[in-house]
């Protein structure tokens, strides 16, 4: 006996929000079969975007409620199990592809009565998962309905940006289309303004797409402030812009850190504060049979120290920040995966603030001070 979803799976999931399946067979209900009936469902991922290469992530035994005569299944769990943490090539001068945020997956089910089979597998059609998700108190907000793309982006559309900072962004296609740039609308400090296109080529549906240009540093004329979009042929709805205005005042320090946000994309921040830095160390001490020494020399004790270790460890001060942009670092601490930019090195870190201050009534000014350390230890060779 086959089974049906009752309602197409999501063209696009974000992977963290619940997503609860149901399922019936019209033609013979499970309420009048001999026996008790449950329903097995599969499900799997494509982790190559067009390969047809499925891979079962997990595997359900669920019963029916009698009353509707459907079954249920809750597969946002399974699809977050097909994902891993992979930093986008964010230091690539080139438009790339970016693999891994987002994936096809399918359900495959049928019934057991009484823990027989009746028939063969059913398979659905495929949707598409994306490794991102929205926060608990805005479960049902849409952010692509309605667009050819969205910018991966968790700060405000308008933001700083400093002289030396270079642009660096993701974006998820909604639509397909061919001969995409980056349009980059610079105005200067007369008033006027200037365009520039850099090429990306043509764009898949459902393909996220990394690139990083020069800033205000970058160009000829110093802006003091650049519009970004995309523009390509194929794109019938709205192309979403990100303004950068240029900090006006630079400060002599600077450190900048890549974090992944909750749309599966990565944040840059760069902060301007003081940092510091220090060296935590680590081992552990055991006792031992202590022996006198009869020539007088130096004894080693009864205690011995062995795995010796070290960490670095980091605060890292943002320096004045909006607060839509300060808000929207809560995602470090969520997610707590960052990166400290080293030239083309990308060190990995793990957060540990505990926690935050977000806002102070009568405060306009805000800033976050992280502490953080370097996610590997040293050890003496």
């Known amino acids: ?19 609860v399946i149901q399922l019936a067979d019209g033609a013979a209900p499970a309420s009048a079969n001999v026996g008790t009936t449950t329903c ?11 390969s047809d290469v499925w891979r079962m992530v997990a595997e359900y035994l ?18 977050q199990s097909a994902f891993t943490p992979n930093p986008a090539p964010l230091t690539e001068n080139t438009p790339q592809v970016v693999p891994g945020i987002i994936k096809r997956y399918r359900l495959l089910a049928r019934d057991l009565i009484d823990g027989v089979s009746s028939g063969g597998f059913q398979t659905s059609g495929s949707g598409y998962a994306w490794q991102a998700g929205n926060r608990s108190n805005n479960l049902t907000r849409d952010r692509i309905t309605g667009n050819s793309y969205i910018f991966l982006s968790r700060m405000p559309s308008a933001r700083r940006i400093a002289k030396r900072e270079d642009i660096s962004l993701q974006i998820l296609c909604l639509q397909a ?13 007369d008033g006027s ?30 802006p003091i402030r650049m519009q970004v979009s995309i523009a390509a ?12 205005t240029t900090t006006p005042n630079p400060s002599p320090w600077s ?10 994309g990565w944040d840059k921040i760069y902060c301007t504060g003081k940092s510091q830095s220090a060296q935590a160390f680590a081992s552990e001490v055991f006792e031992a049979q202590a022996y006198p020494d009869p020539m007088g020399a130096a004894g080693r004790g ?48 793990i957060i540990t603030n505990s926690s935050e201050v977000e806002d102070t009534d009568g405060s306009y000014l805000h800033a976050c001070e992280l502490t953080a350390r370097y996610a590997y230890d040293n050890h003496a060779l």
């Open 1 to 19: 006996m086959p089974t049906d979803i009752q309602s197409t799976l999501p063209d696009l999931h974000p992977i963290y929000n619940p997503l």
């Open 40 to 50: 097995e469902i599969q499900v799997e991922v494509e982790d190559i975007l067009d």
């Open 62 to 79: 669920n019963p029916y409620d009698y009353t509707t005569d459907r079954a249920s299944v809750s597969i946002h769990k399974a699809l």
């Open 177 to 189: 289309a061919s001969g995409a740039g980056i349009a980059v609308t610079s105005t200067l400090p």
């Open 193 to 222: 303004t200037t365009s520039l296109t850099f090429p990306l080529g043509d764009l898949a549906q459902y393909r996220v797409y990394s690139f990083t240009i020069p800033g205000p540093s970058g160009t000829a004329a110093n």
């Open 233 to 244: 042929a194929g794109f019938s709805a709205a192309t979403p812009s990100i303004t950068y």
């Open 255 to 264: 450190e900048e850190l890549f974090m992944r946000n909750s749309l599966g």
């Open 302 to 349: 009864s205690s011995r120290s062995f795995n010796q270790r070290a960490n670095q460890q980091l605060i890292l001060r943002t320096g004045f920040y909006s607060l839509s942009e300060h808000r929207a670092m809560m995602d470090l601490i969520l997610r707590n995966e960052a990166y400290l930019i080293n030239g083309n090195q990308l060190l990995p870190l």
